[in-house]
């Protein structure tokens, strides 16, 4: 019984290792599409700065993949992305005084919940909204004065998945105490981590600094197709 017990539980957690490795290989695949877009459209804003369709790309691209919002807001603001372009726009507003008003905050924080909430076709898009919206969210909350306010705003502020974490790079140079399954492309070391289960981007850079590393972040076609190989080639449990 202890054996088939044992066996049941090896079972389990190699389907739970095969399923997370699927999930890495369609994130990457979405990446590359995604990368693929971006780049196209910055050929196109070097010759036209104003292709309101072109500038909806690559401030997607920057705000939701890579989390860089203060480079992609203003792409946004001159894009055609719907309701994005608009709430792009009043942030912009909103945060060009010394100052923003508690209550302005508020308010475009919660369109952009909204906004992640009308979102249904996209992940992403709402992995990215939500945590976006409550950073606005955590700027506001010390000053409101209505508490149902309050309330709600610490309320989202806590159902809001972490932000994704912007690193530079891959695991870095070469340096003495990198992990010994590391594989190296271009001066770089890659490690392929499965955990048991899901874990925020926040606890997966966590996880990277334990071994002096860093979250990879993405950069070009070249890197995706070699982080897809090093996962099709990783070890999954039968």
Same mark, same amino acid.
């Given at each position: 019984?202890?054996?088939?017990?044992?066996?049941? #539980?090896? &079972? !389990?957690?190699?389907?739970? !290792?095969?399923?997370? =490795?699927?999930?890495?290989? @369609?994130?990457?695949?979405?990446?590359?599409?995604?990368?693929? %877009?971006?780049?196209?459209? $910055?050929?196109?804003? @070097? +010759?036209?700065?104003?292709?309101?369709?072109?500038?909806?790309?690559?401030?997607?691209?920057?705000?939701?993949?890579?989390?860089?919002?203060?480079? #992609?807001?203003?792409?946004?603001? /001159?894009?055609?992305?719907?309701?994005?372009?608009? *709430?792009? &726009? %009043?942030? $912009?507003?909103?945060?060009?005084? @010394?100052?923003?008003?508690?209550?302005? *905050?508020?308010?475009? &924080?919660?369109?952009?919940?909204?906004?992640?909430?009308?979102?249904? /076709?996209?992940?992403?898009?709402?992995?990215?909204?939500?945590? +976006?919206?409550?950073?606005?969210?955590?700027?506001?909350?010390?000053?409101?004065?209505?508490?149902?306010?309050?309330?709600?705003?610490?309320?989202?502020?806590?159902?809001?998945?972490?932000?994704?974490?912007?690193?530079?790079?891959?695991?870095?140079?070469?340096?003495?105490?990198?992990? @010994?399954?590391?594989?190296?492309?271009?001066? +770089?070391?890659?490690?392929?981590?499965?955990?048991?289960?899901?874990?925020? !981007?926040? +606890? =997966?850079?966590?996880?990277?600094?334990?071994?002096?590393? &860093?979250?990879?972040?993405?950069?070009?076609?070249? %890197?995706?197709?070699?982080?897809? %190989?090093?996962?099709?080639?990783?070890?999954?449990?039968?």
């Amino acid at each position: 019984a202890g054996n088939a017990r044992k066996d049941c #539980g090896l &079972a !389990k957690d190699g389907e739970s !290792k095969r399923q997370q =490795a699927k999930m890495l290989v @369609k994130a990457i695949e979405h990446r590359r599409s995604a990368l693929a %877009e971006y780049q196209e459209a $910055l050929e196109k804003l @070097k +010759h036209n700065t104003t292709d309101r369709a072109a500038n909806g790309v690559v401030g997607r691209y920057l705000c939701v993949e890579n989390a860089d919002w203060d480079t #992609g807001l203003p792409r946004l603001a /001159e894009s055609d992305q719907k309701p994005l372009a608009s *709430l792009a &726009a %009043e942030e $912009l507003r909103t945060l060009d005084v @010394k100052t923003p008003a508690a209550r302005s *905050l508020f308010l475009l &924080a919660g369109r952009w919940w909204e906004a992640a909430d009308a979102d249904d /076709e996209s992940e992403a898009l709402t992995a990215a909204l939500r945590p +976006h919206a409550a950073s606005l969210y955590s700027i506001a909350f010390a000053s409101l004065e209505d508490p149902l306010e309050k309330a709600l705003a610490q309320k989202r502020m806590q159902e809001a998945p972490p932000a994704p974490v912007m690193t530079g790079g891959a695991a870095g140079p070469r340096r003495a105490g990198r992990p @010994k399954d590391a594989i190296e492309w271009k001066g +770089h070391f890659y490690q392929l981590v499965v955990t048991e289960r899901a874990i925020s !981007k926040a +606890h =997966a850079a966590f996880l990277c600094g334990q071994s002096a590393g &860093a979250l990879v972040n993405v950069e070009t076609e070249q %890197e995706l197709s070699f982080l897809q %190989e090093m996962i099709g080639r990783a070890p999954i449990p039968n």
